[in-house]
């Protein structure tokens, strides 16, 4: 059952379970402790053997991790996704509208919704994108939207991943590892799949190919190389798409399209999943002492002659005080109200918003804009005095680096732990393809659970696992 005012998602706010959870707690309460405890190292041991990991930066050895795996899964209704989905599609087609914008005409700042310094001054505005027009008008071709539940029919949009969002291998494997521990709940339980993920990924990238390709596009995926921490996605999903995973040093410009290394010579490649940030894409277009990318690549994108996913530039999208004018934003180009909500957002670069979070650190989540997985941010409630006072300074020396947020009452999903099951805070981040013939989302996504009891903070980076996410067909 759930304690307190926070929101259980098997329990709601007391003892009632709730619907999506009923078959499977009738399966929970037949089955014997000692056997999960075994299946729970079984899936370890799974993971350990498909190479399931991620490097840990920052460490003196760099470290390889697994990631913990919970075998109790996150289950959504039917209905509930549906809000969800038509919520996400919302917020992924506004984006792209404000990042054509942004890089072409900049109606949002002529009509006085957003400050033109929002855009000018920040860092993450790639300016060689202005008057560019991606092949399809797509700027987003994969999103992942962080979404938080805090009661029964209350989600939040925590952060917008338009740049590289990682994480999906895992979905894919976690219900892998589930199918291959239980089949008897996926015969008893009506799950909706995604296990064509990488089916609709490369469809998604090939429909999004320019028109200088031909009928069957050439897709390749674009890896920095094996000592990122995402190596094993990068080397996954080009394995399940079946198409060539490549580093920069395989590339090369030739006769104005750019073409990958092959035992037959140098082929053209239509379609570029990159998984290199825009300041190593490119050396003779941006950071000239790059290694990882393409020489000339951005000339040939410019011309029409590639399709990079996702497209340079979109990285603004993903800037957390754009974020806070993410209603505006949605409204703006849908004329539609947001179907999903903000978490409130103070700005710390505008003086008053500044005064009231030095005022009230202790019960604020503080966030730097260009942050992401969980580093460089405060949790007042769980901070220490000292840290209070390390960050008021980092706040007032540099306020335009910051936002916050209120502390949420994050919901709860049951983990599986020696001592029975135990309430850990999840967040949810369904992944999102957008090509010129529509929009998909795979129903269910990644949840990421905080395996620490109280901890809010769900990031592999900080300790957290994952688990399951399954949607309920009707």
């Not at 008893?188 to 089916?199: C, E, I, L, S, T």
């Not at 497209?311 to 974020?323: H, L, R, S, V």
Request: charged residues 25%; negative net charge; glycine residues 10%.
């Amino acid at each position: 059952m759930t304690t307190g005012d926070t929101y259980d998602e098997m329990w709601g706010r007391g003892d009632d379970l709730r619907p999506p959870y009923e078959g499977y707690k009738h399966w929970l309460d037949g089955e014997d402790a000692k056997r999960l405890r075994a299946k729970r190292r079984e899936a370890d041991e799974l993971f350990r053997l498909t190479g399931i990991t991620f490097n840990v930066y920052g460490r003196a050895d760099a470290e390889e991790r697994l990631i913990p795996f919970d075998i109790i899964p996150r289950i959504i209704s039917s209905r509930e996704w549906r809000k969800l989905s038509r919520g996400i599609e919302q917020r992924v087609r506004a984006i792209n509208a404000f990042l054509h914008d942004i890089y072409h005409r900049q109606e949002i700042i002529r009509a006085g919704r957003l400050p033109k310094e929002m855009i000018t001054q920040n860092e993450a505005f790639e300016p060689k994108m202005i008057g560019v027009t991606p092949p399809g008008g797509i700027y987003t071709h994969i999103s992942g939207i962080d979404l938080v539940r805090t009661g029964d029919d209350q989600f939040y949009v925590l952060e917008d991943n338009a740049r590289t969002p990682s994480g999906v291998s895992y979905m894919l494997e976690n219900r892998e590892t589930m199918l291959h521990m239980f089949p008897e709940l996926f015969l008893n339980n009506r799950v909706m799949p995604v296990q064509g993920y990488p089916r609709d990924l490369h469809a998604s990238l090939a429909a999004s190919a320019p028109d200088i390709s031909g009928a069957k596009p050439t897709v390749a995926v674009l890896t920095p190389g094996i000592f990122n921490s995402a190596y094993y996605e990068h080397a996954f999903l080009a394995d399940q798409m079946g198409v060539e995973l490549v580093e920069g040093h395989d590339l090369r410009v030739v006769d104005g399209r750019v073409a990958m290394r092959t035992t037959q010579g140098y082929q053209p490649i239509d379609v570029l999943y990159r998984r290199v940030d825009d300041a190593f894409l490119d050396p003779l277009n941006f950071n000239p002492d790059s290694q990882l990318g393409v020489p000339g690549i951005m000339d040939v994108y410019r011309a029409g002659g590639i399709t990079i996913a996702n497209a340079p530039g979109t990285g603004i999208a993903d800037d957390k005080a754009i974020y806070s004018y993410m209603p505006e934003i949605v409204e703006f180009y849908t004329g539609e109200r947001p179907l999903l909500e903000n978490v409130p957002t103070y700005r710390c670069s505008e003086k008053d918003a500044l005064a009231y979070v030095l005022d009230n650190l202790s019960e604020l989540v503080v966030k730097e804009v260009h942050g992401s997985g969980g580093y460089g941010m405060l949790i007042g409630p769980t901070a220490s005095k000292k840290e209070l006072s390390e960050f008021r300074k980092k706040l007032t020396a540099r306020p335009g680096n910051y936002i916050a947020q209120p502390t949420l009452s994050l919901s709860t999903v049951p983990i599986f732990t020696n001592a029975g099951l135990a309430p850990r805070h999840v967040d949810l981040r369904p992944f999102v393809l957008y090509s010129p013939k529509g929009v998909r989302i795979t129903p269910g996504g990644l949840t990421r659970v905080a395996l620490k009891k109280g901890s809010l903070v769900v990031n592999s980076s900080q300790g957290g696992g994952t688990k399951d996410t399954w949607v309920l067909d009707d």
